[in-house]
């Protein structure tokens, strides 16, 4: 089976993704970078690119006979809704209020900058203002949107997956059945406030606060929170 985590940006998808690979591999399942060896590219977050043509066929194919893990922001297209109505892949889509995900990104580019060696090529070292935020963000909301048309039972919001502790270890164990048996222990190792800081960075974990907007960039966010079902 093939397990991905889909997300807007800025959504908790690095951290939720480390923590259903490493439940996965717990329960003696490969990485994704060890089950796609040699029929998928993938960057160090197990993040293919587009989740159609070559690379979803690779995935298939990996997926045929291993259950693996893989991070991704893609919205819907007609090969990859075809495969999640075959139940060959499960999948969770990360939707995030626009204001969080706006003021997550400026915080990250900040990091992005203090911490250069971390993520050298990182688009975000370059924003620092919230339109540049705007800009990088726009095209993945529609997405959303789409993805709420087509297959709203696979959308979750982030403010449901991280409400409580347990609140991740439901989602990721309706991502695959056998998760409970392994998560609690994972989950206490990787809880945001118990990880080093040096950790918290290289899950993209945030816990500084975040820049206030102002009131016409909180308003135009609003506006998109709206298009995603936000009150």
């Known amino acids: 089976m093939l397990v991905i985590v889909n997300s807007l940006h800025k959504s908790g998808s690095t951290w939720f993704y480390s923590f259903v690979n490493n439940c996965l591999v717990a329960l003696g399942h490969p990485s994704a970078h060890e089950a796609c060896r040699d029929l998928v590219g993938l960057n160090q977050w197990a993040n293919p690119g587009a989740l159609e043509g070559e690379n979803l066929q690779g995935l298939r194919r990996a997926a045929e006979t291993q259950t693996f893990a893989i991070k991704a922001h893609s919205p ?14 499960s999948m969770i889509f990360v939707i995030r209020h626009p204001a ?17 060696a971390l993520e050298p090529d990182s688009p975000y070292a370059a ?22 048309k087509v297959r709203a039972d696979c959308v979750a919001r982030y403010e449901d997956v991280f409400a409580t502790d347990e609140s991740p270890i439901h989602f990721a164990n309706c991502l695959h059945s056998d998760i409970h048996k392994v998560s609690r222990p994972i989950f206490d190792r990787m809880k945001p406030q118990s990880i080093s800081d040096i ?22 966010c609003n506006e998109w ?5 936000y009150p």
Request: proline share 8%; net charge neutral; charged share 25%.
């Open 127 to 148: 924003i620092y203002k919230p339109e540049d935020t705007m800009e990088h963000v726009a095209p993945s909301i529609d997405w959303a949107v789409e993805w709420l």
């Open 76 to 89: 819907p297209n007609p090969e990859l809704l075809g495969e999640l109505r075959t139940g060959r892949i």
């Open 225 to 229: 929170a709206s298009s995603l079902g």
């Open 100 to 116: 969080a995900i706006v003021r997550s990104a400026l915080a990250f580019g900040e990091q992005c900058r203090a911490y250069p």
């Open 199 to 220: 950790e918290r960075r290289r899950l993209r974990v945030n816990l500084v606060d975040r820049p206030v907007l102002t009131a016409s960039i909180q308003a135009a």
